[in-house]
Structure formats: C-alpha cells, structure tokens
C-alpha cells in the first residue's frame, strides 16, 4: 500500500490554549496511539491534503526529529461550519499485527446486462478489510464482465488468502437490475405483439364469415 509522509513536531503542551494556537499558526494537533504510550504531535494542514481529500487509502509515514513511525488514520475531526481539519488520531502500524481498513473497490471489465439495457449498482464501493500491513491492497478489484440482467456480484467472490473481508457472505459488491427504459421497452414490445396478434386474428375472423 503507498504511503505518505508527514514531518511533524512532537507536542510539548496538550492544552487548550495550546492547541488553539497550534490551530492559528495553520497546524493540525495529532495523536499516534497503538504504540508504548500515545504520541502527541501537531504538523502543517496541508501535510495532510493526499492523505484526507482523496478516495484512495494510504498509510502514513510520519517523521518526528530522528523518528519514523508507520500508522493508518483512525479518526479526523473536522469544523462544523468551515471543514478545516481539527483534529487526527493515528494508530501505529506493526509488522506482525492485523489492522483493519476500508479499502476501495474497482470495478473491472463490461457487464453484459448493461449493454442490453440493465442499470448498474455499486453499493459498496469500500470493503473492509483485515490483514497484516504488509498484506493491505491499494483497492479490490471485481470483475463484473459475467453479470447478466438479474445477476449479482456477492463479497464472497472477492475472497483473498491475503487478507479477510470483514462482511456477511451475502453482501452484495454490484449487481445489474432491469432498468426502467428496458422494462418500458419490453412491456412495448409484448403490446405489439400482443397487438399483432389480436390484429391478425380479427382479419381470418372476417375472412371466415365472408
């Protein structure tokens, strides 16, 4: 998974005039926890501008003086009214232990039931996930390219010895439904067969009593 890096200074002060200040100079006060003892620390706002406002999912590689640390983000708390980032908590990230994410899907290839007129839904466009860093995909890819009108693509279709998806086995990743247009059209299409019919049988009715 692709990373991003964040300098940053260590807090000396947690209190609320200094955190308000921190808020003032353009900074965003942080906490790493997941480690021996929670780090608290403060860095640029726009350190975090492809971490927070993008779709994908990254880690964080977070420089602190002469230390490193690799963590995910675990909570972000954003003003009310102006959206600017108050606050972030981090979790440190460990070789050996499992951590969960919600990761995003891509869908992949061309379903047939939308070319022949179905409508395609994508209810769950993130998944979550659980696996050692390592382990953690940048996105799931699901391969739609089988799905006929009526057809559903369930989570258990996306299963990876990789990593475990955390969701009940009947949820449902995209499905391709009967669309209204197609549905007008072929309700059109029974009409005028049904028309047709109903035509051709009053023409040998007239023929007959002639």
């Excluded at 000396?12 to 965003?28: C, F, I, Y």
């Excluded at 501008?49 to 002469?66: D, M, Q, R, S």
């Excluded at 994410?101 to 939308?114: E, F, Q, R, T, Y």
């Excluded at 309700?187 to 109903?198: C, K, P, R």
């Amino acid at each position: 998974m692709k990373s991003i890096t964040i300098k940053g200074s260590q807090r000396e002060s947690v209190g609320k005039v200094a955190t308000k200040a921190l808020r003032n100079a353009g900074k965003v006060p942080c906490v790493l926890y997941g480690g021996d003892k929670p780090v608290h620390f403060s860095a640029d706002s726009l350190a975090f501008k492809k971490l927070v406002y993008t779709p994908n999912v990254y880690t964080a590689t977070i420089e602190l003086g002469g230390a490193k640390y690799h963590a995910i983000l675990q909570d972000i708390q954003f003003h009310p009214v102006s959206d600017k980032i108050l606050h972030i908590d981090f979790y440190q990230l460990h070789d050996d232990k499992e951590v969960t994410m919600n990761i995003p899907v891509n869908l992949i290839g061309s379903a047939p039931g939308v070319l022949n007129g179905g409508s395609l839904r994508f209810p769950n466009r993130k998944l979550r996930v659980r696996a050692i860093p390592a382990n953690l995909p940048d996105f799931i890819e699901a391969d739609i390219s089988s799905l006929k009108i009526g057809d559903k693509l369930f989570v258990t279709e996306l299963q990876n010895d990789s990593y475990a998806l955390l969701h009940p086995d009947n949820t449902v990743v995209a499905q391709v439904r009967m669309s209204r247009n197609a549905i007008e059209e072929v309700v059109e299409e029974v009409e005028g067969v049904e028309g047709a019919a109903e035509e051709g049988a009053t023409e040998e009715a007239a023929k007959a009593t002639e």
